[in-house]
């Protein structure tokens, strides 16, 4: 999840947006081609379903905000449409890294602002701002793999880890009566919802999202070698004054590149055979 401190200040253009139902995922999950070990145990101290549903408040929000200002794409938009045909490529792909995503509810939406960023929330809440594609002219393999790493961070629930390492103050806590108030799920959108769009992840947390993104575009169809050329347009476009908002959360740096580059091989095999069907 990427800031978007600056989506109330841009300028708008005419958008709305729609619902992208599920596609179909896979029967029987294989054993994955990049290795990011077990995800972090934390996320066990944060109801996932609770959680899910204040992303889903906290986007409707979002997405209220952007339609009152004429921002939100509407449904014949192109760039929205683009979005929407990767979308429905890269969905099948995600049950096999967790199980619970065959029922989410996922979205499309895409937000007429500059700023350089794109987002997954929980539950499979999906956002871009058209500055990331007009700004770094995103080819479609490209795109996937923004989206691969954005849903990547979703599937592997990084959010409730994060939330739960930073309000978590000892062992035994009760995260109905403590973490969450009431526990009830007013409560936790108003204390946990405005923290999901500005969530920065570890280090760990980035690393798993690039390896599990890139797989999650190769069996979608895209070509892996896309994700470095990705990354180094993110680094030319943080060489300027300030940089993106998207390298605040997601910092580049040739490390990155480098850790893309050898695991491109792994998940090639998967982009062929996609591409063939």
């Not at 599920?22 to 972090?40: E, F, I, K, M, Y």
């Not at 969905?91 to 979205?107: C, Y």
Request: glycine share 10%.
């Amino acid at each position: 999840m990427c800031r978007l401190c600056e989506l109330k200040t841009s300028s708008w253009m005419p958008r709305r947006g729609f619902l992208l139902a599920a596609g179909a995922a896979a029967a029987t999950p294989v054993l994955a081609q990049v290795n990011v070990g077990d995800p972090s145990r934390l996320r066990g101290l944060v109801p996932a379903k609770e959680l899910e549903q204040a992303a889903v408040q906290q986007y409707g929000q979002l997405l209220e905000q952007a339609r009152a200002k004429r921002a939100l794409a509407p449904e014949g938009h192109p760039q929205l449409q683009r979005l929407r045909s990767i979308a429905t490529r890269l969905i099948p792909q995600t049950a096999r890294w967790n199980d619970r995503a065959s029922q989410w509810r996922w979205e499309v939406n895409l937000i007429g602002n500059a700023s350089i960023n794109a987002f997954c929330m929980p539950g499979g809440k999906i956002a871009f701002f058209t500055g990331i594609l007009e700004k770094l002219k995103l080819t479609d393999d490209e795109s996937a793999m923004v989206m691969g790493h954005e849903m990547a961070h979703a599937l592997r629930e990084h959010a409730r880890a994060r939330i739960a390492k930073s309000q978590a103050t000892g062992a035994g806590l009760s995260i109905a009566a403590q973490l969450f108030g009431l526990g009830q799920l007013g409560d936790l959108a108003a204390n946990v919802g405005t923290q999901l769009l500005t969530l920065k992840f570890s280090r760990d947390d980035e690393i798993e999202a690039d390896l599990v993104g890139l797989e999650l575009a190769a069996r979608g169809g895209y070509n892996p070698d896309a994700s470095v050329t990705l990354w180094k347009k993110m680094a030319e476009a943080g060489g300027g004054s300030g940089g993106p908002g998207f390298l605040s959360t997601h910092p580049t740096g040739p490390d990155r590149i480098q850790r893309l580059e050898q695991n491109v091989p792994r998940v090639r095999g998967l982009y062929q055979a996609a591409a063939k069907r």
